[in-house]
């Protein structure tokens, strides 16, 4: 797909229904990054079919001047003429725990993904994750987030540092104990021997291992070996790993991911 092409493989990240007929929706198009848009009489529409749905890849027909309006001005909304879908994420719903893992991406990408920016390795990051998310064991959709999670902060340079104790710097099989303990401001854990009075929140050493695995390997590559409990308390720390380092989210934490805890 050309530069100048007007038509754009885009994902749905949010619709919010507006006036009567019209959709306005987050996309996020492979060429242009995030940027929202509007699809007039899209409510029902049979010419938009499911196009429109959550987490759907499509081509869309972006009317040019639109975008010209747009690069100008951040508060156009693009006009979206039509959508023809390439991939439906159909097995999402098929599980709250995979729909609440897709919605965390989603949420994650809006509040964290600059606007107008093209992110073609984040593009296609989110693609596989969703069709990792489909294929994945439902109680595996945790793990999978937390992966992307881990990804996505590598892909802003902010990825915590797990491969040695801050204080002691001894590797994860060399210090004592299945667990270490998470040092938020610093991006990194502290062994069990080093640990100050306060703590911290304590991540177990297969949560760890996951973690490294997540940020060395294709998405769905990855073999996890910790429980989805122990990926519910590695979330918990990289949330507030987000609320700490990335730009968008600081003030506003994930609220889907409350849901991905409760299931388990
Ligand atoms: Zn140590």
Redesign the pocket.
């Known amino acids: 797909m050309s530069e100048s092409s007007h038509r754009q493989l885009c994902y749905v990240l949010k619709t919010i229904p507006f006036k009567e007929r019209d959709l306005i929706v987050v996309l996020f198009s492979e060429t242009r990054g995030k940027l929202s848009a509007i699809a007039r009489n899209s409510v029902q529409s049979r010419r938009f079919g499911g196009t429109l749905d959550l987490f759907t890849a499509s081509e869309f027909e972006i009317d040019p001047k639109t975008i010209r309006l747009n690069e100008m001005n951040d508060e156009t909304l693009v006009q979206i003429l039509s959508a023809q879908a390439k991939h439906s994420m159909s097995g999402l719903s098929q599980s709250f725990e995979k729909l609440s893992g897709a919605s965390c991406l989603n949420e994650l990408l809006i509040k964290g993904l600059p606007a107008h920016k093209a992110s073609p390795e984040i593009f296609k990051l989110y693609g596989n994750a969703l069709i990792g998310l489909e294929e994945t064991a439902p109680e595996l959709a945790i793990a999978m987030v937390n992966a992307f999670i881990l990804k996505f902060t590598q892909w802003l340079g902010v990825q915590p540092s797990l491969t040695r104790?801050l204080?002691?710097e001894?590797s994860l099989n060399e210090?004592n104990g299945n667990e270490v303990f998470a040092q938020v401001s610093k991006g990194a854990w502290?062994?069990g021997?080093?640990i100050p009075e306060r703590g911290g929140l304590a991540l177990s050493k297969a949560v760890i291992l996951d973690a490294y695995h997540s940020m060395l390997n294709p998405i769905r590559k990855i073999q996890f070996v910790a429980t989805p409990k122990e990926h519910e308390q590695l979330l918990h720390f990289l949330e507030q790993h987000l609320l700490y380092f990335v730009p968008g989210l600081d003030k506003v934490p994930l609220s889907s991911t409350r849901f991905l805890k409760n299931s388990n």
């Open positions: 104790c204080a002691c001894k210090v502290i062994c021997n080093c």
